[in-house]
């Protein structure tokens, strides 16, 4: 199934950041902007490998690009007043990602991951 998220895409102090609203805890960094739209989408597609090995349901895209840009402008101000600063321009870029969640998709485009249970273990001496 094809599913289609908002990433948003920041320029933080010191590297490139994306995330997207729809997939709680769905982030990654990167040099520039080529990497970091590499980045994301494989994270989007990991992240919605481990729901799925957790018996999990993806979450649906609800998140526009006009809320996105909302959503992140609040909570950029919020952050760079704390921090004293100015928010940098562009302070963000936000564009729609299709990405196939189903399984079979998941194992086209980057190989499955090992089911939880089958995580090899290290030990410590």
Known sequence: MRRTY???YEN??????????????CVTV???LEEIRTN???AITFHIDL????????PEPRTSIQEALDLHGENLLDYYEKLGETVPEPPAIVELMDVDSSPDGIQREYG???PVTQ??????V
Do not use: F, M, W
């Open 40 to 42: 994301i989408k494989e």
């Open 30 to 32: 990167g040099a520039s």
């Open 12 to 25: 933080g102090p010191n590297n490139l950041s994306a995330y997207v609203p729809d997939l709680p805890g």
């Open 51 to 58: 729901l799925l090995q957790h018996g999990e349901s993806i």
């Open 6 to 8: 908002a990433v948003i």
């Open 119 to 124: 995580v090899p273990r290290t030990s410590t």
């Open 112 to 114: 499955h991951l090992l």
